[in-house]
């Protein structure tokens, strides 16, 4: 367990959305804190014993036993918890599915020649089984393309 919290922490979801709520925070003049990422905690997290972090499919097992009695428990116990709740992927499978795959197979993505427009088509061709990191690189592709369109010289 510690090997996969490690890789999550250095190199696959963390840092990406580190950097998003930085660009966020900053886009409106805010300075965001992150208290679970002071070094500190991340380095006790790596010594604690994985039977510590999750019981079964009970996750934060520390964090919510160390607030019992001061929060209360049908918000500590509650199964629905996130880490980092997006619409992205509901966007891309529900009401934008359609105009996204517009903008990917759009003339003017084909021409640019940058991507492979059919390979693109058919990740949006699994509708709910899209992985998040493939939805968001469609997404950043379909960015780029409204960005030329907007800015095109």
């Known amino acids: 367990m510690n090997a996969v919290l490690r890789r999550s922490v250095e190199q696959a979801r963390l840092p990406h959305y580190l950097r998003l709520e930085d660009r966020n925070s900053m886009a409106h003049g805010l300075e965001a804190r992150l208290p679970f990422m002071d070094y500190r905690l991340v380095s006790l997290a790596f010594r604690v014993p994985a039977d510590q972090k999750m019981q079964g499919a009970w996750n934060k097992v520390l964090l919510r036993r160390s607030v019992r009695g001061r929060?209360?428990?049908?918000?500590?116990?509650?199964?629905?918890?996130?880490?980092?709740?997006?619409?992205?992927?509901?966007?891309?499978?529900?009401?934008?599915?359609?105009?996204?795959?517009?903008?990917?197979?759009?003339?003017?993505?084909?021409?640019?020649?940058?991507?492979?427009?059919?390979?693109?088509?058919?990740?949006?061709?699994?509708?709910?089984?899209?992985?998040?990191?493939?939805?968001?690189?469609?997404f950043h592709v379909a960015e780029f393309e409204l960005w030329h369109e907007i800015h095109r010289s």
């Open 71 to 138: 929060v209360p428990d049908s918000v500590r116990n509650r199964v629905e918890k996130m880490g980092f709740p997006t619409s992205l992927h509901l966007w891309m499978t529900g009401a934008l599915a359609e105009p996204l795959r517009d903008i990917l197979a759009s003339r003017a993505a084909r021409e640019r020649g940058i991507y492979n427009v059919e390979a693109m088509l058919s990740v949006l061709q699994n509708d709910h089984r899209i992985e998040p990191e493939a939805a968001l690189k469609l």
